[in-house]
């Protein structure tokens, strides 16, 4: 069974300050990785993905994040963010087979950006 | 554009009603899903879809039931509301693994409908 944890529910940080949001993942089969936002009171909006190829993905609104196998993590950074990425953030994997079809979701991060 | 709507953004309901959730995608996906949100515990998969009149129970079916007689509408039928289902709900569509690199398993979500049973 695969299972992802946030470490973090709650990451405070000032505007224009770097921030990583931290994601583990068990999995004993190759998964894909995904971060996904939410804004307040809307869905969520796909961030990044990772299915193969280089480790280091980078997405929309600045992010990147960077798939270890062998820490079996998929943290997401930013170098410099904004008070507009105020926003819940998850995290998500699903197995790679072909057969797969359920992405299994963390608990969430809430990131709020302070002036 | 990818799309995805939901009936409702918010409903208000009495415990015993009968619920129905609709969700439309317009992207010819062959997987749809019914989570439910709640703080502190993320996103839980209720039911998914993977072809018209197919569908399997996701981690917490009590409660809940499912109908997709077409490929594009997935509902999400509250048989008997009951308090412990005020909740937001989201319903996503997705390609099948199967398809091309890039496109396989992202999941594209509709707004939400937030439901407070009374």
């Known amino acids: 069974a695969q299972s992802v944890t946030q470490l973090d529910s709650q990451v405070p940080v000032f505007e224009e300050a770097p921030v990583e949001l931290r994601c583990n993942y068990s999995?004993?089969?190759?998964?894909?990785l995904f971060w996904y936002v939410q804004y307040p009171n809307q869905g969520l909006q796909l961030l990044l993905k990772?299915?193969?190829?280089?480790?280091l993905v980078k997405g929309i609104n600045g992010f990147e994040a960077e798939f270890n196998k062998s820490q079996t993590s998929f943290h997401l950074r930013k170098p410099s963010v904004h008070i507009s990425d105020t926003a819940e953030y998850f995290c998500?994997?699903?197995?790679?087979?072909?057969?797969?079809?359920?992405?299994?979701f963390g608990s969430g991060t809430q990131l709020t950006v302070l002036p | 554009d990818v799309k995805v709507t939901q009936s409702s953004r918010y409903l208000v309901k009495r415990t015993g009603e009968k619920v129905f959730l609709e969700c439309v995608q317009d992207?010819?996906?062959?997987?749809m899903f019914w989570y439910r949100q709640d703080p502190g515990l993320g996103l839980r998969l209720i039911y998914f879809?993977?072809?018209?009149?197919?569908?399997e129970k996701g981690d917490i079916p009590e409660g809940y039931s499912v109908s997709r007689e077409k490929k594009e509408r997935f509902s999400l039928i509250l048989e008997s509301a009951s308090t412990n289902q005020t909740s937001m709900y989201l319903c996503?569509?997705?390609?099948?693994?199967?398809?091309?690199?890039?496109?396989?398993?992202?999941?594209?979500f509709g707004p939400g409908t937030r439901l407070l049973v009374l």
């Open positions: 996503a569509s997705s390609l099948s693994l199967l398809a091309l690199e890039g496109l396989r398993g992202t999941q594209y």
């Open positions: 999995s004993s089969v190759s998964v894909y």
């Open positions: 990772y299915l193969s190829g280089s480790t």
């Open positions: 998500a994997v699903i197995l790679s087979s072909g057969s797969a079809r359920q992405l299994t």
């Open positions: 992207m010819d996906h062959e997987n």
């Open positions: 879809s993977y072809d018209v009149k197919m569908k």
